[in-house]
């Protein structure tokens, strides 16, 4: 990720609210992209999203001006990029039938990161 922010980053930088952690990107904005930011996490989810959102960015960084509002990681795990008010990105579940159906979006955030990253649920 050489090349980005003021250091030559992007960094991943996350805050507890009332309604669970929040992580968000800092530096893509330098590169004239758009920030992106997860909230409501469980606190046990936060290291592994950590992860998500860095490849997310990578993923902006190489799509350049032209944004996507899907998001195809590895392994089929597919984001949808919402844009929310100050410029920002919202990560959240694609539509269905891949999003989450009952199970809700906890579960949904679960298994994107045993699917990408398995070792950071266990």
Known sequence: MKGWGVRGEVRVVGA????????????LAARGLPEVR???LPPYLGQ???RVLGAVAARLA???PVLPV???????VVLRLVPEKEGTLAVAPPPPPDGPAAAG???WRRDVLTRLFPEAVS
Request: charged share 25%.
């Open 16 to 27: 507890e609210r009332s309604g669970g952690l929040e992580l968000r990107t800092a530096g």
């Open 38 to 40: 997860v909230t409501g």
């Open 48 to 50: 592994g999203w950590a």
């Open 62 to 64: 190489a799509a350049g």
């Open 70 to 76: 899907l998001v195809d990681l590895d392994g089929g």
């Open 105 to 107: 979006v906890e579960a």
